[in-house]
């Protein structure tokens, strides 16, 4: 398995972690979707179509992934980890504690938007998706992921204070 899909899924597991962190927002499920990705991607990799680029296919993957665990949850009730500890900061001067406090910001605005511009917000503007692409993943058409995005970043704007 020495070829381009090995090498191309291997480059994307961060990018896949990253999504599967916003989705699920829990690090121990993150990995589950994301090795639950790479194992779905190995069987099914026959059909992956070779004119179309390996990230939006794994993208989907993935979360069709998360919406099949959302279903299974959804019949056993709600989960709650105990070992769960918010992580501490470690603040280098001003200018770092400003940069976490806006990133932090940003976050906690950003989980406030519906999931649907949170989606595609996170495709489009921090894996780098193409409209396209990220309707692709997302199963909808172009021109709905143009309406989300926008207005996603205008409410993110919003929330932020960001005229």
Not at 91 to 116: I, K, N, W
Not at 124 to 144: D, N, Q, R, S, W
């Given at each position: 398995?020495?070829?381009?899909?090995?090498?191309?899924?291997?480059?994307?597991?961060?990018?896949?972690?990253?999504?599967?962190?916003?989705?699920?927002?829990?690090?121990?499920?993150?990995?589950?979707?994301?090795?639950?990705?790479?194992?779905?991607?190995?069987?099914?990799?026959?059909?992956?179509?070779?004119?179309?680029?390996?990230?939006?296919?794994?993208?989907?993957?993935?979360?069709?992934?998360?919406?099949?665990?959302?279903?299974?949850?959804?019949?056993?009730?709600?989960e709650?980890?105990?070992?769960?500890?918010?992580?501490?900061?470690?603040?280098?001067?001003?200018?770092?504690?400003?940069?976490?406090?806006?990133?932090?910001?940003?976050?906690?605005?950003?989980?406030?938007?519906?999931?649907?511009?949170?989606?595609?917000?996170?495709?489009?503007?921090?894996?780098?998706?193409?409209y396209?692409?990220?309707?692709?993943?997302?199963?909808?058409?172009?021109?709905?992921?143009?309406?989300?995005?926008?207005?996603g970043?205008?409410?993110?704007?919003?929330?932020?204070?960001?005229?």
């Amino acid at each position: 398995m020495g070829d381009s899909f090995e090498t191309g899924l291997i480059g994307a597991l961060p990018a896949l972690r990253r999504y599967a962190l916003s989705l699920c927002r829990k690090a121990d499920v993150a990995d589950d979707l994301v090795q639950t990705t790479v194992e779905r991607a190995i069987a099914a990799r026959d059909r992956l179509d070779p004119a179309m680029r390996l990230e939006p296919w794994l993208f989907r993957i993935l979360r069709n992934g998360w919406i099949d665990r959302l279903r299974r949850q959804g019949s056993r009730g709600t989960e709650i980890d105990i070992a769960d500890m918010p992580e501490a900061a470690v603040h280098d001067g001003v200018r770092a504690s400003e940069a976490a406090l806006m990133l932090r910001q940003t976050t906690d605005a950003l989980a406030t938007l519906p999931a649907e511009q949170r989606e595609v917000i996170l495709l489009v503007c921090f894996e780098e998706f193409t409209y396209g692409e990220a309707a692709e993943v997302l199963g909808i058409p172009k021109g709905t992921v143009m309406s989300r995005l926008a207005r996603g970043r205008i409410a993110l704007a919003a929330k932020l204070g960001i005229e």
